[in-house]
């Protein structure tokens, strides 16, 4: 029923930038927590960022200080902006909502950070 599409994704040098956004079909407030998750080839799938109704932000220690999640509501949008891009950060990466009676995820958007 609710419908999550992702964008954004590229190929970039090392040391660059990229804006991921999540397009949600509807309120993204109806949702206790979005979160951006990636999974790397060979390697299980890991949650990069997320952020509750409430407004707090999470993020795993390998991108503390790198990427920043956002929202707004206006546009049902929840992005993630990625600086200081590293090899290690090429993955697919999914958007995911969660309420109670639902857990929603996107088809992916592929990251690609190469010399």
């Known amino acids: 029923q609710v419908q999550l599409v992702e964008s954004g994704g590229g190929l970039v040098h090392p040391g660059g930038s990229l804006r991921l956004s999540c397009a949600a079909s509807?309120?993204?407030?109806?949702?206790?927590?979005m979160g951006w998750y990636r999974q790397a080839p060979g390697k299980q799938r890991e949650l990069v960022a997320s952020?509750?109704?409430?407004?707090?932000?999470t993020y795993t220690d390998a991108v503390k200080g790198r990427f920043t999640i956002s929202r707004d509501g206006a546009k049902n949008t929840v992005s993630l902006r990625m600086n200081s891009l590293k090899p290690e950060d090429t993955a697919v990466y999914y958007c995911?909502?969660?309420?109670?009676?639902?857990?929603?995820w996107g088809r992916g958007t592929q990251v690609t950070v190469s010399a």
């Open positions: 952020i509750t109704l409430g407004g707090t932000a």
């Open positions: 509807e309120t993204i407030f109806s949702f206790n927590v």
């Open positions: 995911n909502a969660n309420r109670s009676v639902e857990d929603i």
